[in-house]
C-alpha cells in the first residue's frame, strides 16, 4: 500500500488563492451609498440674500432708544475730550481780590491788631539778692535811674484796655556800672509784667523786673541813687 504525501504548493500560488478569496468576498460584501432625501417641506434650493436695503427690524413699544439732537456731544465725550479752559479776566485796578482758598462769596473776617496805650512812667521791681530786698521804684519814659550798680533806662511803657487782656509791655535798656566807672550794657529788650523770668537781667548781685506802667508821672523824679 502507497503513502499519501502531499503535494508541495509554491508559495507564489498560495499568495494568489488567497487573493481571490479576498476579492470574492469584497465583491459580495458590497454597500453602495446614496444621498438621504431632505424632510418634507423644505426646499433644496440653496438660500440666495437679497441684493437691495435690508428691512428695518420691528421695534416694541417702549423700546425705541432716544438719539441726541445732532451736533451734541456723545455720551462720555465730554470727559474724553474736554472744552477750552475758560479765559481767566484780571480784577480792575483798586478792586480788592479775593484771598486764595476762599470763594468769592464768603466773608474774609480781620482781627483788628491788638490796642496799645502808652504811658509815661514805668514801675520796676530791682532785689538785692545780698540782703534780699525787694524795692519798687518808678521811672519816666526816657529818663534813667540806678538801683545799686545798674542803671535803669525805659524806652516806651504800654498797657491794653480793659475789654482786652491784660498784657503790661515795656522797651527797657540796663546798664552795669563796673569798678572803673564805665557803663556796660547787660539788656535791652522787651519786659513782660505778667512773666518777669522771660526776659530778665542777669547780674550776680541785683535783678530788675517790669511791675506795671502808670498813666501819671512820677511824684518825684529822681535821676540817681538807690531806692
Partial sequence: ????????????????????????????????????????????????????????APQTPGSARQLPPPGSPRPGARDAFPGPAPAVVPPAAGTASPPTGTDEGDMVVVQPPAEKIPNPTAVYAGLDKITGRITSFEVKIGETVQFGALQVTPRACYTRPPTEPTNTTSFTEVNEITLKGEAKRIFTGWMFASSPGLHGVEHPIFDVWLTTCKAAPPATAKSAGQQ
Avoid: H, N
Fill in 1 to 56: 500500500m502507497k503513502k499519501f504525501r502531499p503535494a508541495f504548493v509554491p508559495a507564489a500560488v498560495l499568495v494568489l488563492l488567497m487573493a481571490d478569496a479576498a476579492g470574492a468576498a469584497r465583491a459580495q460584501y458590497t454597500i453602495q451609498s446614496a444621498p438621504l432625501a431632505p424632510p418634507a417641506g423644505m426646499s433644496t434650493t440653496p438660500a440666495v440674500p437679497p441684493s437691495g436695503p435690508l428691512p428695518p
